[in-house]
């Protein structure tokens, strides 16, 4: 299921409600330089979320940047089916019996 779109739908439905039930509702906003008269609610609340959006943005990035530049280059490509050095790795299937071989980190406890 594609739950982030349902996730959008879901507070954009209750963002709709909101709107729809203080459409009477009005005050007034000041800045602190000007006023401004009879400001419907659900403007205020539109801008409050924009305002709110924009400053944690740079946050997002940055957060975003930075666990992109931790991931090496080797992680991010994925391995070819024709690659020739799959032979040698540890987990892989050996050649001559098709049996895979324990890493090395792993313990065995002797149970199957």
């Known amino acids: 299921m594609p739950w982030r779109l349902i996730q959008f739908i879901a507070i954009f439905a209750v ?4 709107i729809v039930f203080n459409l009477d509702n009005r005050s007034d906003i000041s800045l602190g330089f000007t006023k ?5 609610v659900f403007i205020t ?8 959006m924009t400053l944690t943005l740079p946050s997002i990035v ?7 530049r931790s991931v090496p280059p080797e992680a991010k490509k994925p391995e070819k089916k024709g690659d020739k050095k799959r032979g040698d790795k540890k987990g ?3 050649a001559d019996t098709g049996e895979t071989q ?4 792993l313990k065995d406890y002797g149970i199957d």
């Open 15 to 18: 963002f709709l409600l909101f």
């Open 62 to 68: 940055r957060l975003w940047l930075r666990t992109r």
């Open 45 to 52: 609340a539109f801008f409050a979320f924009i305002v709110g």
């Open 102 to 105: 324990a890493p090395a980190n």
């Open 92 to 94: 892989s299937p050996d």
């Open 36 to 40: 401004f008269n009879d400001v419907p």
